[in-house]
């Protein structure tokens, strides 16, 4: 069975400081997805970033990087220099590849950036 | 390029009544797959429907029911209602093949009382 495991619900930080989201997950599929969403107050799902399982590298996009080691089956998320427009709830989701999967959501983790 | 739209934003409806949401996928997306946001929970897989047919189902009973048009528009039925559907509904639209580019509309805020 698949699952996506965000242990921490809720975070607060005082701006420009670094955080961190962790995302644990389980799947027997050889091969994956794996993807971060942004959901602000608004309620709609940004996409963030989807990782291929074949492809280990980390990923860097202005202040959000991300971390994907395959020994551990974690997927995290750092925001660095956090601003207040980056609160929000953030989901790790996974999915395997074939046209009918479905996206298998975490529980969120609500960051509070603090001015 | 319009992105994927949902109507209504937000709806109250009595326990055992019916409803109907709405979603219009993203220009060139054929499929449309459905999920439950419950308060503090993360979205549920619903169905995905591909074609005009169901493509997949989550654990909801029966009485979530869908539809997929020519057009690739969609609409999700529940039949009815109890309390606990109170939630966000949030669809999405893709290309088929997998879940390469899921886009998200903003969802329906449904309340059951």
């Known amino acids: 069975a698949q699952k996506v495991t965000q242990a921490q619900t809720e975070i607060s930080v005082v701006e420009k400081e670094d955080v961190t989201l962790d995302c644990v997950y389980e799947?027997?599929?050889?091969?994956?997805?794996l993807f971060w969403y942004k959901q602000p107050p608004s309620g709609e799902l940004v996409f963030l970033i989807r990782?291929?399982?074949?492809?280990?590298q980390n990923e860097i996009s202005g202040r959000y990087s991300w971390n994907f080691q395959k020994s551990t089956s974690s997927f995290n998320f750092t925001i660095t220099a956090s601003q207040v427009v980056d609160s929000a709830v953030y989901f790790c989701?996974?999915?395997?590849?074939?046209?009918?999967?479905?996206?298998?959501f975490g529980k969120g983790t609500r960051l509070h950036i603090l001015p | 390029e319009t992105g994927v739209t949902q109507s209504p934003t937000h709806l109250i409806k009595t326990r055992g009544q019916q409803v109907t949401l709405r979603c219009s996928s993203q220009?060139?997306?054929?499929?449309v797959s459905w999920y439950q946001q419950a308060l503090g929970q993360g979205p549920q897989f619903i169905f995905q429907?591909?074609?005009?047919?169901?493509?997949g189902r989550g654990n909801f009973p029966p009485r979530f029911s869908g539809l997929q048009f020519p057009n690739y528009s969609s609409e999700l039925n529940v039949n009815a209602l109890e309390l606990d559907d109170s939630a966000l509904y949030l669809c999405a639209s893709s290309f088929p093949q997998g879940a390469g580019g899921y886009t998200f509309g903003s969802g329906t805020r449904l309340t059951v009382v």
């Open positions: 989701a996974l999915s395997g590849v074939n046209r009918d999967d479905k996206i298998i």
């Open positions: 990782r291929n399982s074949f492809d280990e």
């Open positions: 799947t027997r599929d050889t091969t994956y997805y």
């Open positions: 429907y591909y074609r005009e047919e169901e493509n």
């Open positions: 220009s060139g997306h054929n499929t």
